[in-house]
């Protein structure tokens, strides 16, 4: 770990807030990286990550966009640009939303972030070498037409951004977090969401780094009164996807929607932890996750919902799905339910399986070749995933994904 733990020395001497950060890398030095003896990190490829060939950027560097995040930008009514972690635009000046980048390491939670995931060691290492907060707040009572684009780029060897929004009482937003590059990289993105009472915010996280890439991600949305956050999570590349998303129904009335889904190819492994914790009553909670893996890849969704004695009449549902397009290809799927309160509503389901063979005859018995057959049943599958993506982007990202899922080699069981 010597030239991550070199690189990272130098890139702490020089930050504003270097006594809190040096706290933070001193807990993640003491505490080290997982194992895979960690019940949550017994699927993960630990053994082949190796610190040694990242270094901490000091500065951002250069690169021309892809043409899909081009695309993205024109569609967007404010565009903020994050590079290898440092917030290098912060956009035109809208009115109702204001860009900061904060220097601080303070959670949405109230303390500090070291304190807030204490637990997680990528999480301390964002806390560590995250440049700075990019940070959005959206006033009281603004509504926001267009959507806002963050564009992560990550053009360095690694790359930790950090990303909180916070919306006013009565506020509404649609944001799209977007994540490129990575090249043979170590990205950690760590982002929070404080939606205030009756506000309402539309979130959708795309992930299309390089396939060589490391993706840890971690993101947690905080709700308050009936406040309601739709995120959709997406992620395509990256040789080992780890996404966990959490949301905290702090209020009652808080409701939280929550789809995420991947599609795996080569020997990609995409990790998905989710956790709705409902502390007041009567809130919601509604997670469906679908995703498809090919070739030898492999996925594992672990969900928990939990419910906090005194969460009166929640309801709260979880749903898993996951194709097998390779008799190679793995899919576990680890539905999980905490309820410490009786009057309340909560479901889990979950499936894996190859494509079903009697919709293939049918698509066949109708004319459509089997190679098309299982091209439009496998972008059934992922439709009701894209469906509800705005109207600005649902076009660019279905284009997108179906461009990949033209790719992938589907081999019948």
């Known amino acids: 770990m010597n030239n991550f733990a070199d690189s990272a020395s130098s890139f702490l001497h020089d930050r504003p807030d270097a006594a809190a950060r040096q706290l933070a890398w001193a807990a993640f030095e003491a505490a080290g990286l997982p194992t895979t003896d960690d019940e ?11 610190l040694g060939r990242f270094d901490v950027a000091v500065q951002p560097s250069n690169r021309p966009d892809s043409p899909f995040a081009a695309q993205l930008c024109e569609r967007a009514g404010l565009v903020v640009r994050v590079v290898d972690g ?6 035109a000046p809208t009115d109702g939303v204001e860009v900061d980048i904060d220097e601080s390491t303070g959670s949405l939670a109230g303390s500090t972030l070291l304190e807030r995931y204490e637990s997680d060691t990528f999480a301390i290492l964002n806390t560590a070498l995250a440049p700075a907060t990019t940070l959005i707040r959206i006033a009281d009572g603004v509504n926001v037409d267009k959507p806002i684009v963050v564009l992560n780029l990550s053009n360095s060897t690694s790359s930790f951004s950090r990303t909180q929004i916070q919306l006013g009482r009565g506020s509404s937003a649609t944001v799209v977090e977007y994540f490129e590059g990575g090249a043979d990289a170590l990205v950690v993105p760590l982002s929070e969401y404080l939606i205030g009472d009756n506000a309402a915010l539309q979130l959708i996280t795309y992930q299309r780094l390089d396939q060589s890439a490391w993706h840890v991600a971690r993101t947690t949305g905080f709700l308050r009164r009936d406040a309601r956050l739709r995120q959709a999570v997406i992620g395509i590349g990256a040789h080992y996807n780890r996404s966990r998303n959490d949301a905290e129904m702090l209020d009652a009335g808080a409701e939280n929607e929550l789809r995420t889904t991947f599609l795996g190819s080569g020997r990609q492994v995409h990790d998905f932890r989710t956790h709705q914790l409902h502390i007041a009553p009567r809130t919601r909670s509604t997670l469906l996750s679908k995703g498809a893996v090919a070739d030898e890849s492999r996925s594992v969704y672990t969900g928990l919902i939990e419910i906090e004695k005194g969460a009166k009449r929640t309801d709260a549902r979880q749903t898993n799905h996951n194709l097998l397009l390779s008799p ?6 680890v539905p999980n339910l905490d309820i410490r309160e009786n009057d309340v509503m909560c479901a889990h389901a ?10 293939r005859w049918y698509l066949e018995s109708r004319g459509v070749s089997r190679e098309d057959a299982e091209r439009l049943m496998i972008q059934g599958f992922f439709y009701e995933m894209l469906a509800n993506l705005p109207t600005e982007l649902a076009e660019l990202v279905e284009r997108d994904v179906t461009s990949v899922l033209a790719a992938v080699n589907v081999v019948a069981p």
């Open 40 to 50: 949550v990190w017994r699927y993960a490829p630990l053994k082949e990550l190796e």
């Open 328 to 333: 190679a290809a793995h899919a576990d799927s």
């Open 350 to 359: 979950s499936s894996v399986g190859p494509l079903d063979e009697l919709q």
């Open 86 to 91: 440092f917030c290098t635009s912060t956009g």
